[in-house]
C-alpha cells in the first residue's frame, strides 16, 4: 500500500475489487477514486504496461497551478509498472496516429492494465471512441472504469461500459440490454404524405434487481460524506441601462411569433446565450464578488464566455478562472475552498461537477460558493432551474412559448 493508509470506503473498495481482473468504481466525485485505482493497479505483480485514459484537461489543465491526475498519482507513488501512458479519450478518437501507436503498445504488451476514468465516455456504440476503446479493451487483461455518477442515471450508457469490461458479464447485445432494462415509447412524426420520422425516447427503467444480479461482483458504489460544509450564497447585480437595452433588443428579436413557433433547444440556447453575453461583463459583479472573496489564491472563478474570463483573469490575477465545460471535470481543486459564479448556466450537471472540484475527499474546510444573479428574468430562470435540478431540454418540454415570453 502506498502513502497514508487508505479511507474506509476506499478500503471497502479496494477489498471488493482485489479479486477480479476487471472492476467498476461507481463512486461519487471526490472520494478518491483514483487513489483505490492505483492500489488496485499496483496489487497486480509485473505488468508491463499501464494505460490511462481520461478527459484530456485532467492530464494535462489549462492553468500550470492546477494538479493534472499524472500528479495525483505521482502524490500516492506513482504505478509500478514498467511503462506507463496517459491518453485523453479526446486524442483516441480524433488522432489516427497516436490511436494506432497506442493499439501497437497495447498488442505487444505480455501483461497490460488499462483504465478509463470518467467512464460515462464510453457510449454510444456508434461513436468512434466507444469502437476504438472497445478494441483496445480487447487487449487488455486487467481493466477499471471511473465514474462519478450512480448506475441508473443514464442507464442505456452502462451497456458499452461492462462491453468494454468483459462481454461475459452482460452476455447481451444492446438491443437486449435496452429491451431488458429501458422502458420506452416511439413517436412518429410525419410531414407530407410520404415522408416520416420517427425517435424513441426512454420513459424509465426495470428489472435493476437482475441487473445488480449480473454487475454487481464488479462494482463498488459509494456516496460523498465529509466532515466539512458546503455553504451557497447569492448576490443580486443591476444591469446598466445599455445592458438592459440590447437584453430587451435580442429578446424580441427572438420571442417573435415565427421564432417561437419553431423553438428547439438549440434556438433557445442560442438566444439565451446571446442574451447572457450582453451583460456577462457587468461591472457591479466584478464589484459584488471582489467585496466577497476573502483570498485569491483560494478562489476558482467560472465563467461562460471568453470576455469575461478575460475579465476577471486582470480583475483577479490569483485566482483560478475556468470555463464550465473544460474546467468543471475531473480536476481536484481542494486546496481552493471558495467559488465564484460569475456567470450563471443551465447546465445543472455542470454546476454540480464544478462544486466537487473543491468538495472532495481530503478537504479541511467549509466550501463556499457564490452565485451572482442579475435583475432580469433570464438570471432568475437559471437560477431557480438549477434549485430544482432540470436542464434546458426538460424545462422547454414543461413550458409553453407564450408562457416563456413573459418569464425572460
Known sequence: MSGLELLPKQQQAFTKL?????????????????????????????????????PLRTI????????????????WGGFKADNVV???????????????????????????FLIVDESIKIKNAEAKRTKRLLELSKMAEFKLILNGEPITKDLLDIWAQFEFLDPEILHMRQDEF???????????????GYKQYSKEFITG??????????????VYECDLELNVEQIFETKNYSLSDEEKQEYQFLKEKYLDNERLLAMNNNIFLEMTQKMQHGYCCNQEKVKL???WIKDEAKTIIFCKYIASAELCKKAFPKALVLNYKTGSLGLNLQ??????????????GDVVQSQHRNYRTGQEHDCRYLRLIGNVGLEKLMFENNK?????????????????????
Do not use: H
Not at 483505490?36 to 485514459?53: G, I, Q
Not at 435496452?178 to 407530407?192: A, D, S
Not at 430544482?388 to 425572460?408: C, F, Q
Open 18 to 54: 482485489l479479486e477480479n481482473k476487471v472492476g467498476a468504481l461507481f463512486m461519487k466525485m471526490g472520494t478518491g477514486k483514483t487513489r483505490v485505482a492505483l492500489e488496485l493497479v499496483n496489487a497486480v505483480s509485473d505488468l508491463d504496461l499501464v494505460v490511462w485514459v481520461a
Open 60 to 75: 494535462k489543465p489549462l492553468n500550470d497551478s492546477t494538479c493534472s491526475v499524472i500528479d495525483e498519482v505521482s502524490k
Open 86 to 112: 496517459f491518453i485523453g479519450v479526446e486524442t483516441i478518437q480524433s488522432s489516427d496516429r497516436q490511436y494506432l501507436d497506442l493499439y501497437k503498445r497495447m498488442e505487444q504488451s505480455q501483461k497490460c
Open 178 to 192: 435496452k429491451n431488458t432494462f429501458c422502458k420506452y415509447t416511439t413517436i412518429t412524426k410525419r410531414f407530407g
Open 205 to 218: 427503467y426495470e428489472n435493476i434487481d437482475y441487473l445488480y444480479s449480473l454487475i454487481g461482483e464488479y
Open 289 to 291: 464578488a471582489r467585496e
Open 335 to 348: 486546496d481552493r475552498p471558495y467559488t465564484v459564479y460569475f456567470d450563471q448556466t443551465f447546465d445543472w
Open 388 to 408: 430544482k435540478k432540470i436542464g434546458t431540454a426538460e424545462y422547454l418540454k414543461k413550458i409553453s412559448k407564450n408562457e416563456l415570453n413573459k418569464i425572460i
